[in-house]
């Protein structure tokens, strides 16, 4: 009997404030349980100096 894997996605909800939610800093509790993402964000700067 094969077992099935399931790769989970991460996911966030349609029209969900998404940077706040981002930005949360994960509690002593979730860090020493392992629930947390670390989230890297990149910044596209768009004004041209010239």
């Known amino acids: 009997m094969k077992k099935r894997q399931q790769k989970e996605q991460a996911t966030i ?3 969900m404030d998404t940077e706040d939610e ?3 800093n994960a509690s002593m509790e979730e ?7 670390q ?3 990149l910044s596209f700067d768009e004004n041209d100096p010239s």
């Open 13 to 15: 909800a349609v029209g």
């Open 22 to 24: 981002l930005r949360e």
């Open 31 to 37: 860090i020493e349980e392992g629930d947390y993402t």
């Open 39 to 41: 989230v890297t964000t």
